[in-house]
């Protein structure tokens, strides 16, 4: 953990902006463009490590990380952009994966720090989410920017929507839990209702087995969100029987992706 932790501060991967860029070019050596989503993904490792090992350095570069998502919220959409550039030729877009991801990271960061900017930011990209994304039947994957319609729906499974979502909404109870916000635990339960609902087919949408391979590493977002509800019987079926499938799957397909 420490070498991995050294790598990351020293890499460049995380910009001198406290943006972290979504992966290097090698060949080229430069980064790709900054991913807000891989930014948030940062914040809460960067954390894991500050309290595993104490280093007031993973601590410090969180807060870049976090100041950089507070930035980078923009005020005019209401919204968190996918991508950031500093020549603003990122494509304008916003995901509801991300901004769950971003919340979860940022909220860490408040709890870890007491500073009200990080939680702020939390409940906005939150409110986004639900106000902006919910829909009567199931949960946009991806809006346009300024006009937040729907983008139009493909193959990938980050552009279709589906069960991997509930990772993503699982900001919502954590807000839940901090004010005491029906309305957000409200829609946490909408959202495992329609991911219990569909979970079972989101690998079969997957036209081959190198698709299929790229859709377990998803659907192992949904089950490691069904972890929030112990409670709940249908939750521990589904988390059973993910499980068996997802060995299953990987016991099958694993020689043509094993080198």
């Known amino acids: 953990?420490?070498?991995?932790g050294r790598w990351f501060l020293r890499s460049g991967i995380q910009e001198e902006s406290g943006g972290v860029a979504r992966y290097h070019f090698i060949a080229e050596r430069r980064n790709a463009r900054v991913s807000t989503e891989i930014t948030g993904?940062?914040?809460s490792t960067l954390?894991?490590?500050?309290?595993r090992t104490g280093g007031a350095e993973y601590l410090e570069a969180a807060r870049r990380s976090g100041d950089f998502l507070c930035r980078t919220w923009d005020e005019d959409a209401q919204a968190m952009p996918f991508e950031w550039s500093e020549n603003g030729d990122a494509p304008r877009l916003t995901y509801f994966f991300d901004?769950?991801?971003i919340a979860r990271g940022l909220l860490r960061l408040w709890r870890a720090t007491g500073e009200e900017r990080y939680r702020r930011t939390a409940e906005r990209c939150s409110e986004s989410m639900a106000r902006d994304f919910v829909n009567s039947?199931?949960?946009?994957?991806?809006l346009l920017l300024p006009s937040k319609a729907p983008a139009e729906r493909d193959?990938?499974?980050s552009r279709s929507g589906g069960c991997y979502q509930l990772k993503s909404a699982l900001a919502w109870l954590e807000l839940a839990e901090i004010a005491g916000e029906k309305r957000l635990a409200g829609q946490f339960e909408r959202a495992l209702e329609w991911a219990l609902a569909g979970h079972a087919k989101f690998l079969d949408a997957a036209p081959d087995d190198r698709k299929r391979m790229d859709r377990l590493h998803a659907y192992l977002y949904f089950l490691e969100a069904l972890l929030?509800?112990?409670e709940d019987g249908r939750a521990r079926q589904a988390l059973r029987e993910g499980i068996r499938r997802v060995a299953g799957e990987l016991r099958r397909i694993r020689g043509e992706f094993e080198r």
Request: charged share 20%; with cysteine; proline share 7%.
């Open 1 to 4: 953990m420490v070498c991995a």
């Open 228 to 230: 929030a509800r112990p």
């Open 155 to 157: 193959g990938r499974w």
């Open 41 to 43: 993904y940062a914040v």
């Open 47 to 51: 954390l894991e490590m500050h309290e």
């Open 137 to 142: 039947h199931d949960i946009h994957p991806v």
């Open 99 to 101: 901004d769950g991801i």
